[in-house]
């Protein structure tokens, strides 16, 4: 797990980030014959993957774990490696808990406010899907489009949290409309969803993903910090020494770009493009009850509101005696760190918010906090208000022998699993097809 000796520092491909983007990229470029230096900041590969241990040592993923019915790359994915999802159990009332009052409500009911604005927003969704999605609509953020209909405040902030929760954006001010459209189109899911969830995790997908690692050599803690441009070769400085490539793979989020120095500078509009981006960070914490309490109250163990932990789902396991409750919070990227019991804390206060009282006592807890990790840049993606969607599409444009992949600046998927497979194995395209052309013209043979 090191660079290639000094000797042999020159490589095909350096792929930059082995998050599930990077890792998607190595897996389709190893089939072609060529050398690949794969590198990542972390001690570990899986970058937004990670399986973390409870207090009591159970295993829960840390990082991305459902799948939506849109995600398609994914779920062929699954199927070759043979991951196996379930999904969640949501019979009976969902508590939500707003402005200091707590109320339940059936999780197939939906209010007329809420009605509206989902009705509104499924006709934008299909503009977009037409390719017909208006002008105005790139330039508004979600707060304000919330704002145009006459629904009151209450159901506006339901509806905000609905939208732009999974994009992990706490203000919807600053979340872009024709983004928040174009990331549910991809999903493939009406409002009232059931999302796939993979048993083990995305960590399980990282694991298999990096099975085409094996090949090559793969530096971990390795901090890329400058890239420069050659004429026919890229040189990538770390703080473990030079690689030099033919090409380079930057499979990083946009806000981990800032922190790379490129020489030449990066045109004017993708430098633009990168330093406004914003991410946002989440928490997620379970917590294990002796039994599933809830059920006997005609509860689901879904709850949504305005406290610090905004969205609680049921993740209990249908072979386990146990309750399981699976929490969100959202936090601003690079917010201070707390311990875990300050977390526990805090989780345990919400629950007792949106349930009144917890009759079974806790038998484990396990949490992890993505805002003071320093190389997520943030959980989700959401592209900030007055960005256009196309903007997705010129951040991946490569440059010269510099390729772009990450989840951000996948056209389909971005944000998710799907988007960072997708955008992983379009650059890996990218530099095969050149490879092959190059060979083509050289009289070579070809190994892919
Ligand atoms: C809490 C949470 C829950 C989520 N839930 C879901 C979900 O249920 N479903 C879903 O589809 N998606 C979900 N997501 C989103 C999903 O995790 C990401 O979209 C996806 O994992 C991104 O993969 P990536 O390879 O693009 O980026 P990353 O996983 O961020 O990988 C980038 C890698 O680059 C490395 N790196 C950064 N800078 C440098 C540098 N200068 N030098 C070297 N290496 C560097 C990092 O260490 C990292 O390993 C969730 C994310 C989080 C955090």
Not at 54 to 67: C, H, I, K, T, Y
Request: glycine fraction near 10%; proline fraction near 4%; aromatic fraction near 8%.
């Amino acid at each position: 797990m090191k660079l290639l000796p000094k000797s042999d520092r020159h490589v095909d491909v350096v792929v930059v980030g082995l998050g599930l983007s990077g890792l998607s990229a190595i897996r389709l470029l190893s089939g072609a014959g060529i050398s690949i230096q794969g590198i990542d900041a972390r001690a570990r590969i899986g970058g937004k993957t990670q399986t973390i241990k409870s207090e009591n040592g159970r295993s829960f993923e840390g990082g991305p774990e459902f799948v939506k019915p849109g995600h398609e790359r994914m779920k062929s994915l699954m199927k070759e490696f043979g991951l196996k999802s379930t999904t969640l159990q949501r019979r009976g009332h969902k508590s939500v808990f707003r402005g200091g009052v707590r109320w339940t409500e059936h999780n197939d009911y939906i209010e007329p406010g809420i009605r509206c604005l989902r009705e509104r927003f499924d006709q934008l969704k299909a503009d977009f899907e037409k390719g017909a999605l208006e002008d105005w609509v790139e330039g508004c953020s979600v707060g304000t489009w919330l704002g145009m209909h006459g629904v009151d405040t209450l159901h506006q902030d339901r509806f905000a949290q609905e939208l732009v929760f999974e994009l992990a954006g706490t203000d919807p001010f600053a979340v872009s409309m024709a983004a928040a459209v174009s990331y549910h189109a991809s999903a493939g899911h009406s409002h009232n969803h059931q999302s796939a969830r993979i048993v083990g995790g995305g960590s399980a997908l990282a694991t298999n993903l990096a099975l085409g690692l094996e090949a090559h050599p793969v530096a971990l803690d390795t901090i890329v910090h400058a890239v420069t441009r050659n004429y026919e070769s890229v040189e990538i400085q770390t703080n473990n020494g030079v690689v030099t490539a033919s090409f380079v793979v930057l499979a990083v989020s946009p806000t981990a770009l800032k922190q790379i120095r490129f020489s030449p500078e990066l045109p004017e509009s993708r430098r633009r493009l990168i330093s406004g981006w914003k991410q946002q960070a989440s928490s997620k914490s379970f917590v294990v009850f002796e039994r599933r309490w809830w059920v006997d109250a005609g509860l689901s163990g879904f709850a949504e509101g305005d406290t610090s932990n905004a969205v609680v789902m049921n993740a209990s396991r249908d072979d386990e005696r146990e309750g399981t409750l699976l929490l969100f919070a959202n936090e601003a990227a690079g917010a201070p760190r707390f311990s875990q019991e300050a977390i526990k804390a805090g989780v345990l206060a919400d629950l007792e918010r949106y349930f009144q009282g917890l009759p079974y006592p806790v038998v484990d807890f396990a949490t992890i906090s993505w805002a003071s990790d320093p190389f997520a840049g943030g959980c989700g993606s959401p592209l900030p208000s007055g960005y256009p969607v196309r903007s997705r599409l010129e951040l991946a444009r490569p440059i010269g022998n510099i390729f772009f992949a990450g989840t951000e600046v996948a056209e389909h998927g971005w944000g998710s699993m799907e988007g960072a497979v997708r955008a992983g194995e379009a650059a890996a395209e990218g530099i095969l097809s050149i490879v092959r052309t190059d060979q083509r013209d050289s009289g070579l043979p070809s190994h892919s």
